[in-house]
């Protein structure tokens, strides 16, 4: 298995893209990682680890593409950034898969542009991942696509609903509609329209509201990409403001330092379910490829895991399934 991982990516690079590829190779004795970027910056905080030069091999890609830079703009320009270099050389079989925790819309134009389209996809989509007192659920579709048609959110429906079976290792998933209301004519004149597309689909539960996220109602939680982002910044925000309001409390009390200590061993554990590191990276979902990206600030276990979900997506054969579906 070789994945390509974009060593210029994110807001630590090239460290964290490098301690993270290198904790992946540890772990699977498989695995080979073609780190790109700038050949002098990434070979500089190689020299500062062991590694496997057999199994650990860099490409040269002296362009950088930056967080804030249009990513339309930067792929047409950019050639010789890591992240079209990357995936130029995904597309020519030369790698299984890319990860990058760069600029996420820059790799989903790279992606939809150089990998193309699944055979049967209408459109791509991001599906992001989403805690709930479940486990890690799946939102569909998270910024990729502001706007979707009817026939559009039944693939993106589908494509979520493989990718919770073959890697979240969740048996039947469920769908729903993210709406305004549960009861069936609720919303705009998409949204029943889609509702209808739905109605016959295998687990589809109707729709759902906001309040039924959290608690796991659904699986696959499908909405256009406007709503789908909101929601999922939303969810990052959470945790930082939840300690804040207890830290908030904490002080109000004047709890001792034991309870204080107590409080945020209980405050740890109940809000890791939230920690994005624990799963590395969210998918594009109906591209002919497999473009995988993180969190700009993602730590070395975040690229690891990152890593390990392209692996997963390979050996699983995320694709195929969603081709067999689709056609």
Same mark, same amino acid.
């Given at each position: 298995?070789?994945? &390509?991982?974009?060593?210029?990516?994110?807001?630590?690079?090239? *460290?964290?893209?490098?301690?993270?590829?290198?904790? &992946?190779?540890?772990?699977?004795?498989?695995?080979?990682?073609?780190?790109?970027?700038?050949?002098?910056?990434?070979?500089?905080?190689?020299?500062?680890?062991?590694?496997?030069?057999?199994?650990?091999?860099?490409?040269?890609?002296?362009?950088?593409?930056?967080?804030?830079?249009?990513?339309?703009?930067?792929?047409?320009?950019?050639?010789?950034?890591?992240?079209?270099?990357?995936?130029?050389?995904?597309?020519?079989?030369?790698?299984?898969?890319?990860?990058?925790?760069?600029?996420?819309?820059?790799?989903?134009?790279?992606?939809?542009?150089?990998?193309?389209?699944? *055979?049967?996809?209408?459109?791509?989509?991001?599906?992001?991942?989403?805690? @709930?007192?479940?486990?890690?659920?799946?939102?569909?579709?998270?910024?990729?696509?502001?706007?979707?048609?009817?026939? &559009?959110?039944?693939?993106?429906? #589908?494509?979520?609903?493989?990718?919770?079976?073959?890697?979240?290792?969740?048996?039947?998933? *469920?769908?729903?509609?993210?709406?305004?209301?549960?009861?069936?004519?609720?919303? @705009?004149?998409?949204?029943?329209?889609?509702?209808?597309?739905?109605?016959?689909?295998?687990?589809?539960?109707?729709?759902?509201?906001?309040? %039924?996220?959290?608690?796991?109602?659904?699986?696959?939680?499908?909405?256009?990409?406007?709503?789908?982002?909101?929601?999922? #910044?939303?969810?990052? /925000?959470?945790?930082?403001?939840?300690?804040?309001?207890?830290?908030?409390?904490?002080?109000?009390?004047?709890?001792?330092?034991?309870?204080?200590?107590?409080?945020?061993?209980?405050?740890? @554990?109940?809000?890791?379910?939230?920690?994005?590191?624990?799963?590395?990276?969210?998918?594009?979902?109906?591209?002919?490829?497999?473009?995988?990206?993180?969190?700009?600030? /993602?730590?070395?276990?975040?690229?690891?895991?990152?890593?390990?979900?392209?692996?997963? @997506?390979?050996?699983? %054969?995320?694709?195929?399934?969603?081709?067999?579906?689709?056609?």
């Amino acid at each position: 298995m070789i994945v &390509a991982v974009d060593a210029a990516g994110g807001d630590y690079y090239p *460290k964290n893209p490098v301690e993270g590829a290198l904790q &992946a190779v540890e772990e699977n004795s498989e695995l080979t990682v073609l780190l790109f970027g700038p050949e002098d910056q990434v070979n500089k905080e190689l020299a500062n680890h062991d590694y496997d030069t057999q199994r650990v091999l860099v490409h040269d890609a002296p362009q950088v593409i930056g967080m804030e830079e249009s990513p339309a703009q930067a792929v047409k320009t950019k050639q010789q950034s890591s992240i079209v270099v990357g995936v130029g050389l995904h597309k020519a079989g030369k790698c299984d898969a890319f990860v990058s925790a760069g600029n996420t819309g820059a790799l989903l134009a790279a992606s939809m542009f150089g990998l193309g389209k699944l *055979k049967g996809v209408l459109r791509p989509t991001i599906a992001s991942y989403f805690p @709930t007192i479940k486990g890690f659920r799946l939102l569909v579709d998270a910024g990729a696509n502001l706007e979707i048609k009817p026939e &559009a959110a039944v693939q993106f429906a #589908k494509m979520g609903q493989i990718y919770c079976q073959q890697i979240l290792k969740i048996d039947n998933p *469920k769908v729903g509609l993210l709406n305004v209301g549960e009861e069936e004519g609720k919303g @705009t004149d998409l949204l029943k329209e889609i509702h209808a597309e739905l109605k016959n689909h295998d687990n589809f539960v109707g729709n759902v509201e906001g309040k %039924d996220i959290l608690p796991g109602k659904a699986d696959v939680f499908l909405c256009d990409g406007l709503v789908g982002n909101i929601v999922l #910044k939303f969810g990052e /925000s959470i945790p930082e403001i939840v300690q804040q309001m207890i830290g908030g409390a904490v002080k109000e009390m004047g709890l001792s330092k034991e309870e204080v200590g107590q409080i945020q061993k209980v405050l740890h @554990t109940a809000l890791s379910s939230f920690n994005y590191e624990n799963v590395g990276g969210i998918p594009f979902l109906g591209v002919n490829g497999v473009s995988i990206v993180g969190h700009g600030g /993602s730590s070395p276990l975040a690229i690891k895991n990152m890593i390990k979900s392209a692996v997963q @997506t390979v050996e699983n %054969d995320v694709n195929g399934k969603i081709v067999a579906s689709l056609n």
